[in-house]
């Protein structure tokens, strides 16, 4: 005998008004997509609870980590955004030869860094620290500022509110 496993659904509300269940994983990656439109046509990041709202949907539900960036404009516009790296359950190598690679390509004047703990604790690790500086130093020479890095878990933590950029 074949068992069913049942899928968790959410009511929502159509065009017209009508409500209609729908799977909860669909609405997660319509949440995602709309996301990602926002990103893509220049949202202007503001505040580190802001980037932390948005990347929370977009990387906070991964079973593995990855290693993401913001790229913005001088006015804090975002002008693109990509996973640069994808790791383990508990770890992602980070090159920052190829962080820079990637700020050039964009012509970004600033970057928001963000990664996930699939632990779901978002406490940044000594690694997460120390990598941190490294990209900043790195993105200093060919002047581009880094104004956060965020740690994605059940909550965020912000490097920058924690005096750490």
């Avoid at 050039?104 to 604790?121: K, Y």
Wanted: net charge neutral; proline share 4%; glycine share 6%.
């Amino acid at each position: 005998m074949k068992s069913r496993t049942l899928q968790k659904t959410c009511r929502v509300r159509d065009s017209k008004g009508a409500y209609r269940q729908i799977p909860q994983e669909e609405l997660v990656k319509a949440a995602q997509d709309c996301i990602r439109e926002r990103f893509i046509k220049g949202e202007a990041l503001t505040s580190p609870q802001a980037s932390a709202r948005y990347l929370q949907v977009l990387i906070g539900g991964y079973e593995h980590e990855v290693f993401f960036a913001l790229w913005l404009n001088n006015k804090h516009e975002v002008i693109g955004h990509a996973e640069l790296f994808r790791g383990t359950i508990d770890g992602a190598s980070v090159y920052p030869r190829e962080v820079v690679k990637e700020g050039l390509a964009r012509n970004a004047a600033s970057v928001i860094f963000a990664h996930n703990h699939p632990s779901g604790n978002p406490e940044p690790s000594q690694a997460d620290e120390a990598i941190t500086r490294r990209l900043k130093d790195a993105l200093d020479l060919v002047d581009i500022r880094v104004l956060d890095h965020l740690v994605i878990g059940e909550t965020s933590v912000s490097l920058a509110e924690r005096g750490l950029i």
